[in-house]
């Protein structure tokens, strides 16, 4: 179970794991024995962009990640906004972008991240301005993206095939690969990652 929760947000009580009767039948989620609150741990819903400047696809690397891998420009949603409205946002927020067009591309489940991610192609226009989150960007013919087989790798494997291309799948680097051993590394085999969004990473 993927949670950061440990007390009750309506009474600071702890939680603990109860297994009560659902309409599933008993199911085991942390529960407050206090009030009642039960944290049902749903899945968030994250926005995901294929951004399409002057043909070429934009693919940035947060200055968190480890490896020097380029992904989507990912993002949640913020109250009282609707998706198209969010990952417009979102690709202004982060690259300085405007956006002209969306077409949705896919929804795709993140179970690792315990996330639903929903992918939107858009076209936009402007120069690129990084925000502080990202440490860098390419902007790479799709016929050069490579995809990974979870999450965003798959909207943007669903997206080229769209276009009548057949998508190229790498494998992500682990934790104890040597650094120079990491796909992604030279000009002419960009890698593409997911991660959860900026700013709210475990």
Not at 80 to 101: D, F, K, M
Not at 192 to 199: D, K, R, T, V
Request: hydrophobic share 40%.
């Amino acid at each position: 179970m993927i949670t950061e929760y440990r007390f009750c947000p309506a009474c600071a009580s702890p939680l603990a794991l109860r297994s009560e009767l659902e309409d599933a039948g008993l199911t085991e989620r942390l529960r407050c024995p206090a009030c009642s609150f039960t944290h049902w741990n749903n899945p968030t819903p994250v926005l995901a962009a294929i951004v399409e400047l002057d043909g070429q696809v934009l693919l940035a690397r947060n200055a968190a990640w480890q490896h020097r891998m380029m992904g989507l420009i990912t993002g949640f949603m913020e109250a009282g906004e609707t998706p198209e409205q969010g990952i417009s946002r979102e690709i202004g927020e982060e690259t300085g972008l405007s956006v002209s067009a969306l077409t949705l591309v896919g929804v795709h489940d993140f179970q690792r991240m315990n996330q639903v991610i929903i992918t939107y192609h858009a076209v936009a226009h402007g120069q690129v301005q990084l925000s502080p989150e990202l440490a860098e960007y390419r902007l790479l013919r799709p016929e050069q993206v490579k995809c990974w087989r979870a999450g965003t790798g798959l909207a943007l494997a669903d997206w080229l095939r769209s276009r009548g291309q057949e998508p190229v799948f790498m494998d992500l680097p682990t934790a104890d690969e040597p650094r120079a051993s990491a796909p992604g590394e030279t000009s002419d085999q960009p890698g593409f990652q997911q991660s959860a969004p900026p700013g709210r990473r475990a």
